[in-house]
């Protein structure tokens, strides 16, 4: 656990030892059990977020994914039980198992036309979403009333 950090910018490259290194994930369990956590901002870049990389950041409310990222990992924003609000650009590809379990306050959800794999229970426990909306151009999913 990082403590209590309330608000986290991630950079688009570090330097180590005099060579410049890319960020291109978030790994499993990064930000696990930031209970203090309310917003992180992630850099164009970004490809992946891993198992449980923002899980039980009970205080995060609110995410917008960067359009490089293609996959959302197992459980990577469950129990963000304050998140109201997840911005998923084009170029998502692959949405993994409770990605958003227990999400309490997301009310909606809308999936990008690029979506092709969404496995199981990615909103279970999500008791106020009002509306799921498809991307009318995605080939795979469609929205139902």
Do not use: H, W
Request: with cysteine.
């Amino acid at each position: 656990m990082i403590g209590n950090i309330t608000n986290v910018v991630i950079p688009s490259k570090i330097e180590n030892s005099g060579k410049e290194y890319s960020i291109t994930g978030i790994s499993n369990y990064a930000f696990n059990g930031c209970e203090s956590l309310k917003s992180i901002e992630l850099p164009e870049g970004i490809t992946s977020i891993g198992r449980a990389g923002f899980g039980y950041c009970i205080s995060l409310q609110n995410i917008e994914l960067p359009k490089s990222v293609i996959s959302i990992g197992i459980g990577a924003f469950a129990g963000c039980s304050e998140l109201k609000n997840i911005e998923m650009s084009e170029g998502l590809q692959n949405i993994y198992d409770e990605a958003f379990y227990g999400c309490s306050k997301l009310e909606s959800i809308n999936i990008p036309a690029s979506v092709t794999s969404i496995t199981n229970n990615i909103f279970s426990g999500c008791s106020s979403v009002k509306s799921i909306t498809v991307d009318e151009n995605n080939s795979v999913y469609d929205s139902r009333n």
